[in-house]
């Protein structure tokens, strides 16, 4: 199993320009999660959705969008790139059946705003 | 709202120290509260969890439990290894379908 995959890895946009972050899992999943870690901040929930065909906002969800394209695929887009997005990116998924406490994660992307 | 605050890093130890990271927590209710270790360069993992008051969760030589009383969750190794070095997180969450709140992290660095 590949548990949940992130591409790209590294990206660097320059101020103004878009891009998608694509996360996928192949666990079967129903929950699905966007995080930004940056240094000093913890990881800061960005969005989530709670099963295919539902999203809803964390701490931080404003100047990204989300689609939750499938069960597998979760993926999260920057419409207008900003430097202050410059950071890393981690996707995570959950399973829903008792006692599936653990969140799994992406290894991240790490994106730069110039 | 719920939130985790853990110990200020960097932490640095040499081999063989015993380690402490402290973790409280504020939330209403009783949560479930989980350790999550970052390695250099990678996601973030599981290290352990404990779901009640006074459970202990552990793995691979650390150890954590569940204080109620004190709404704390420290983790603790006896003897820390060069490869014990990363970064820890504690978070907590609720039943259903609430996402994780994390910590802002603990950075160990481990010197032989």
């Known amino acids: 199993n590949a548990g949940v995959t992130q591409t790209p890895k590294f990206q660097v946009l320059k101020t103004g320009q878009s891009m998608t972050l694509q996360c996928a899992q ?5 929950s699905m999660y966007w995080y930004r870690q940056d240094p000093g901040m913890g990881l800061r929930l960005i969005y989530y959705s709670a099963s295919e065909g539902t999203t809803d906002k964390g701490e931080v969800p404003n100047g990204y969008n989300v689609s939750r394209l499938n069960k597998r695929e979760f993926s999260l887009r920057l419409e207008s790139a900003a430097p202050s997005q410059t950071s890393v990116y981690f996707c995570a998924s959950r399973g829903d059946r ?3 406490y653990e969140q799994y994660f992406g290894p991240g992307t790490r994106l730069t705003v110039t | 709202g719920d939130s985790v605050t853990q110990m200020e ?3 640095t130890l040499s081999e063989e120290a015993f380690l402490t990271i402290n973790c409280t927590y504020t939330a209403t209710g009783y949560p479930s509260l989980f350790w999550y270790v970052q390695y250099p360069g990678e996601g973030l993992q599981l290290l352990l969890k404990a779901t009640k008051a006074d459970d202990k969760g552990s793995n691979k030589g650390f150890e954590a439990t569940y204080r ?5 969750f420290h983790l603790e190794k006896g003897s820390v290894q060069v490869s014990d070095s990363a970064v820890y997180f504690c978070a ?3 039943s259903g379908n609430t996402p994780l709140v994390f910590g802002k992290g603990t950075r160990l660095s481990v010197i032989a």
């Open chain 1, 26 to 30: 192949d666990m079967n999943h129903n």
């Open chain 1, 98 to 100: 008792a006692g599936a």
């Open chain 2, 9 to 11: 890093g960097p932490v």
């Open chain 2, 68 to 72: 109620k009383e004190t709404t704390s």
């Open chain 2, 92 to 94: 907590l969450r609720f």
